[in-house]
């Protein structure tokens, strides 16, 4: 059955590093997500991608952060300066068609900023 | 600001019994509801959605969807210990284009 896929499933970095953090949606999925979840809180959105373009954006997507589809396979989301409040579980998730598709979710990153 | 409101438990069943979980929204033009199920550590993993009032069934778990008292909720008949988890309900408002908002999600713990 296809899944969504997330690498790496561990990342550690110091604050003001940069890190990517790469997802493999499920290959005829058109929308693209990123959510994130800080321990003991719930998931909250951060973005969404369709037609190569940011649809959607919540406030925490600020300037450090940033989307791209490189190929036809990858979604990739950038913290350019990590701050200790990124540490948090990051989970890509994708949908097929507009309106009530269900979101499949990947097994998450979980990201440490020390 | 739209919001999705759970109960953070824990709730507390017996195995075997019925697990009753909640969950209001305040958007009333909201179309879409989801239960995600979330174990310690892991990805929300879909449970079902629900697009229209009345019942939905799968198996050991039933949807049921009042959008004129904007409620959903989740019963898992027969509830296992394997069903002990985490219980997001998620909902696509209206104007919000794809993306869901989450709940706190309620603690279910089944009790051997």
Redo the contacts between chains.
Sequence with gaps: EPEVTQTPSHQVTQMGQEVILRCVPISNHL?F?WYRQILG?????LV?F?NNEI??K?EIFDDQFSVERPDGSNFTLKIRSTKLEDSA?Y?CAS?GL???E???????TRLLVL | QKEVEQNSGPLSVPEGAIASLNCTYSDRGS??F?W?RQYS??????IM?I?SNGDKEDGRFTAQLNKASQYVSLLIRDSQPSDSATY?C?V?FSG??????????TKLQVIP
Excluded at chain 1, 41 to 45: A, G, P, R
Aim: positive net charge; glycine residues 16%.
């Design positions: 929308y997500y809180q719930k998931v909250e959105f969404s369709y649809s959607e919540s579980m989970f949908n507009a309106g009530g269900t979101q499949y979710f990947g097994p998450g | 179309q879409s989801f995600y550590g892991k990805s929300p993993e879909l959605s697009y997001l998620a696509r919000g284009y794809q993306k869901v908002t989450f709940g706190t999600g």
